[in-house]
């Protein structure tokens, strides 16, 4: 099973703004697209596969809400931090009994 680690991501009134949107930005984009700033994240998960680490963010709800891709697990930490700054909770490794479509299921239920 591939490394997982899982942070909460705390909101606040003085958050920052959404880094991460959904469709092209105008400069590149094709005319008339929207483009909109996704929800702000409530989980943070690390995954380790063959093909890099992942970073991907879920909203409360449970939705995905952006994903980067990283060379190493510090990498992906070090972009968290950067984003969230002190409002990202501390990591956590992800139980390997736990499927990768239950991690912010476990979130709730064991780290909240």
């Not at 469709?23 to 989980?43: C, D, H, K, T, Y």
């Not at 931090?81 to 002190?86: G, L, W």
């Amino acid at each position: 099973m591939a490394h997982r680690e899982v942070a909460i991501v705390f909101t606040a009134d003085d958050r920052p703004p959404s880094r991460h949107f959904v469709g092209m930005p105008e400069v590149i984009g094709p005319a008339g697209q929207n483009r909109s700033a996704l929800a702000w994240p409530r989980v943070a998960v690390i995954i380790e596969r063959p093909d890099g680490v992942f970073l991907e963010r879920f909203s409360d709800s449970g939705e995905p809400v952006g994903d980067t891709w990283h060379m190493t697990v510090e990498e992906a930490k070090e972009q968290a931090a950067k984003e969230y700054d002190q409002l990202l909770g501390p990591w956590h490794v992800v139980p390997s009994e736990v499927d990768d479509d239950a991690i912010v299921d476990y979130v709730r239920t064991h780290l909240e």
